[in-house]
């Protein structure tokens, strides 16, 4: 297992991915961006045209589908079968369908052991996600739980379409944002929610800059107690 182990939970649109990659390269440790991989199966159930509601069909395709998951420059690089899906994994359809995924106990237990085997490999790690403080990494040396409210989510999410060049209104982002609040707080399996041994920090009126100040010096104390 990693020397370092920092987990980095929170919903939709906190910000986690951006702070967990800043992070991850102050610290000069990877970066796990887990969500990649409900993404992954998720594409590739809806490649595969099987039932989303299905467990078994969705267990099926992780069974016949080889995924790789790899540090690329600036976020994680996927591939299915070989071909590099990074881009396709954060179509809207994806994003949407994911919670299926997501619901399943038995492939949370799949993607939760991808997470330990990637860990393992690496000296440090900050890794991203909903449960990596509380059920992929309850040991971790360090766990933090960020949020915002859900307008300044959706103000977030919005920029970052609109320099994609996708035009969505702020109504519409934040409904879909607050739906994916419900069902990741509301599953039995890994729900969403702080672990108890979490610092748990409101980004809302923070830049990301400010966040990772924030943590990086959490960490950096953390450590000098450890010495
Ligand atoms: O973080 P991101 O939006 O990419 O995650 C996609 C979906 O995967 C989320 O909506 C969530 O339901 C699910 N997820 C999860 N557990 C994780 C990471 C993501 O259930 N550790």
Not at 6 to 18: E, F, M, Q, Y
Not at 23 to 49: C, H, P, Q
Not at 115 to 128: D, H, L, Y
Not at 185 to 195: N, S
């Amino acid at each position: 297992m990693a020397k370092l182990i920092i987990t980095i939970d929170g919903p939709a649109a906190s910000g986690k991915s951006t702070v967990a990659r800043l992070l991850a390269e102050k610290l000069g440790a990877s970066f796990l961006d887990t969500g990649a991989m409900y993404r992954a199966v998720t594409l590739a159930a809806i490649r595969a045209n099987v039932d989303m509601t299905d467990e078994d069909d969705l267990l099926e395709v992780m069974a016949t589908t080889e995924f790789q998951f790899s540090a690329g420059q600036g976020k994680m690089a996927v591939c299915i079968d070989g071909i590099d899906v990074t881009e396709q994994i954060r179509q809207p359809q994806v994003t949407a369908s994911a919670r299926h995924v997501a619901a399943s106990a038995k492939l949370r237990e799949k993607l939760v052991e991808m997470q330990r085997q990637f860990a393992a490999g690496e000296e440090k790690i900050v890794t991203e996600g909903r449960d990596q403080g509380t059920v992929a990494f309850p040991n971790a040396d360090m766990k933090f739980y960020l949020t915002a409210d859900p307008s300044e989510r959706a103000r977030r999410r919005q920029a970052e379409l609109r320099a994609k060049g996708d035009i969505e209104s702020l109504e519409q982002i934040q409904g879909a944002i607050e739906q994916r609040d419900k069902s990741d707080e509301g599953r039995a399996a890994g729900p969403l929610r702080p672990a108890n041994d979490a610092i748990v920090v409101d980004t809302t009126d923070l830049s990301v800059e400010e966040v990772v100040a924030r943590l990086l010096r959490c960490v950096e104390e953390k450590c000098q107690t450890k010495d």
